[in-house]
């Protein structure tokens, strides 16, 4: 493949990382997403990575094709779709040559991001530093500085409380009783009430705090760390939010087309 302009790499299909494919697909560029083998990714109805255990998934009109080469990758363009690849560690960016590559991850770390990895470099939220690691990040963490983009230095430190949704926070997400196999109950999408089971981590269930709609659950036969995040459930009521890119999804994107935006004019001067 040749190194032609408006190439872009996401690593992680999760929400958020969805989010920013969708906004650069919206710019033209021709994007790729790189994935783990078993992504842990929770909001699947409006993931990509879900493309990897169904096969292909549609996502606010868009489908996005799980491949396995840079043919696979190549072809799902030529078919109108985004291709999604189990790379951990995004060797496809040597086939591709992308001219912009976002780290949308979310692991509070840097797990192998590098600044030389593209002309432009953008990472989400804690973990990276820009300048250092990456060219710009964006702030995802809500409070007055959401979505700043930072040319120097890190965004706010995780702090390891989850943004309110229809007024909760904290106890609209469900996590792992133990280490374990994860197997869902319900669906995302059905009606819950408070003290519910709503999945087993081998065994022990997982109980909802709240009454409301399952907006997210990991994909059965993952395995996960004791306290880890397997579900979220919404007190808003409706099922059709479920299936729709957040708001924090698209002003997080909205960020990174800021940030690509300002580093493109001093890359093209």
């Known amino acids: 493949m040749t190194n032609e302009p408006g190439i872009a790499l996401v690593k992680g299909g999760g929400d958020l990382g969805t989010g920013v494919a969708l906004r650069l697909r919206q710019r033209q560029y021709r994007v790729v997403v790189t994935e783990l083998a078993q992504p842990l990714v929770v909001r699947r109805a409006v993931a990509m990575a879900s493309a990897v255990y ?159 709609v399952v907006r997210g659950l990991l994909a059965d036969g993952v395995r996960v760390r004791a306290g880890a995040k397997v579900g979220d459930v919404d007190p808003r009521d409706d099922p059709a939010l479920c299936y729709r890119i957040s708001d924090k999804a698209w002003r997080v994107a909205d960020g990174v087309l800021r940030a690509i935006e300002a580093l493109q004019n001093s890359v093209t001067r």
Not at 186 to 204: F, N, T
């Open 54 to 212: 169904e096969g292909r998934v549609t996502v606010e009109g868009v489908t996005a094709l799980c491949v396995r080469d840079e043919a696979g990758v190549a072809a799902a363009w030529q078919d109108g779709h985004v291709p999604v690849i189990v790379d951990p560690q995004a060797r496809i960016a040597r086939a591709v040559e992308p001219l912009v590559v976002v780290d949308a991850i979310m692991a509070k770390r840097n797990t192998g991001t590098t600044i030389r990895a593209a002309p432009i470099v953008v990472a989400l939220g804690p973990g990276l530093r820009a300048g250092v690691d990456c060219h710009a990040v964006v702030e995802t963490q809500r409070g007055p500085d959401f979505c700043r983009v930072y040319f120097a230095g890190v965004t706010t430190p995780d702090s390891g409380v989850p943004g309110e949704v229809g007024g909760e926070a904290a106890r609209r997400v469900m996590r792992a009783p133990v280490e374990g196999t994860f197997v869902g109950l319900a669906r995302i999408g059905d009606r819950v009430r408070a003290g519910e089971a709503v999945a087993q981590v081998s065994g022990h269930p997982v109980r909802t705090q709240l009454t409301g």
